[in-house]
C-alpha cells in the first residue's frame, strides 16, 4: 500500500472552506486501488493555511494509472473563464506531492 499525500498551502481562511472539495463523492472512489482520501487541515501558519491530502492506494501502480485517466483530467480542470473571459482568483498558493511507503501501521 502507498499514500499520495498533496500538501496544499492555501491563502489563509481557505482550507476549511475547500476541503469538502477533496471528498465529493466521484470516479476516485469507484478507480481500481483506490482506497481512502483523507483531508488534514493545519492553521498554524501566519501565511497561508495547509491542507495535506492523502490518499490511500493499493499499489503505486494504480495510483499512476489514476493520474493518466480521463477521469483525473476531468476532475483537475480549472473552472471556465467569466464571460468577460477572466478567470476567478485561486486562492492555491502552491503545492508539492509526496508518495510513500507504508512501511508499519497500527489501529484499535
Do not use: C
Request: a negative charge; charged letters at 25%; hydrophobic letters at 40%.
Amino acid at each position: 500500500m502507498i499514500t499520495v499525500t498533496n500538501r496544499i498551502r492555501v491563502k489563509k481562511g481557505m482550507a476549511m472552506k475547500l476541503a469538502p472539495n477533496f471528498t465529493k463523492p466521484g470516479p476516485l472512489q469507484q478507480f481500481e486501488g483506490f482506497e481512502k482520501v483523507e483531508v488534514l487541515v493545519s492553521t498554524q501558519f501566519e501565511e497561508h493555511d495547509e491542507m495535506s491530502v492523502v490518499m490511500y492506494w493499493a499499489s503505486k501502480e494504480n495510483f499512476e494509472a489514476w493520474r493518466e485517466s480521463d477521469a483525473f483530467k476531468e476532475t483537475h480542470k480549472r473552472p471556465a473563464a467569466s464571460a468577460q473571459g477572466e478567470q476567478a482568483e485561486s486562492p492555491m498558493l502552491g503545492s508539492q506531492i509526496v508518495v510513500a511507503e507504508v512501511a508499519a501501521s497500527v489501529s484499535k
